[in-house]
């Protein structure tokens, strides 16, 4: 398992155990105005009252009742490895959002989560909730889906996106310490490798050069230790990483 200087503790000081009561006048408005799909469950945390505010269908998700969840409860359900990835994933992101507030709005962050207990994987997305006139995040909101198709190994899928800085972007999706883990972008590099794209195919339907695809396979196939095309798909196929599980949802 990858060492880290990310460990966690970045995000953890920006959270607490608080959470609003599931009658407050916040939780009430939420309850009316938030859709929630048949097998999800979601949540709002508020960096500016520093709580959680919102927290609805974790019963039917985790077994959980609404009144025993809270934020660092929440993160610290998954197993080890994807408590490990998650340490840096987050960390990561947060530095560089707290440094760089624009276009927060943009954000999207989702993650194939196992969590101890259960025998099914889940999919967790993240986006920002509010923003203040000067574009300083407030809050954020989380939905946990389930689906029956959904399968998981201990190789962590995951994918961010948004309208912030390539470098930072392509550090989040290719370039992180953890290793047992794989992007959406790199997820559809292996797609169009399984279709017999040519590598000048696939760079153009990426906008990026060919040289730069060509370091992105090599990285990945260091990662997983395959050593032909061939073996790296025979490897997704097995590892559930194809098909690509994130067309199960509307992300």
């Known amino acids: 398992m990858s060492i880290s200087k990310y460990s966690g503790n970045y995000t953890k000081a ?24 048949k097998n999800e469950a979601v949540h709002i945390y508020s960096f500016k009252e520093n709580k959680l505010i919102y927290a609805k269908g974790f019963k039917e998700i985790l077994g959980l009742e609404e009144n025993e969840i809270n934020i660092l409860n929440l993160n610290s359900l998954v197993t080890e490895v994807f408590k490990q ?17 624009e276009n927060l709005d943009t954000l999207s962050s989702s993650v194939i989560l196992k969590v101890f207990g259960l025998d099914y994987p889940l999919f ?7 923003t203040d006139d000067n574009g300083n995040l407030i809050s954020i909101i989380g939905r946990i889906k389930f689906a029956e198709s959904l399968k998981t190994t201990e190789v962590v899928q995951y994918d961010l996106s948004g309208n912030f800085d390539k470098d930072f972007l392509f550090k989040m999706n290719h370039n992180l310490d953890f ?19 040519s590598i000048t195919e696939i760079a153009k339907k990426h906008t990026i050069g060919v040289e730069e695809l060509e370091t992105i396979i090599e990285n990945i196939h260091s990662r997983f230790g395959t050593k032909s095309n061939e073996e790296l798909i025979n490897f997704a196929l097995k590892n559930h990483l194809l098909p690509n599980q994130f067309n199960l949802f509307n992300s």
């Open 14 to 37: 920006f959270l607490s155990e608080k959470k609003s009561s599931d009658s407050s006048i916040e939780a009430t408005f939420f309850d009316k105005t938030i859709h929630r799909e």
């Open 85 to 101: 990835f998650l340490n840096e994933y987050h960390d990561r992101a947060l530095l560089y959002l707290y440094n760089n507030n």
């Open 124 to 130: 967790l997305n993240i986006k920002v909730f509010k």
């Open 179 to 197: 290793k047992s883990r794989i992007s959406k972008t790199e997820i559809t590099i292996l797609e169009n490798i399984e279709k017999e794209l």
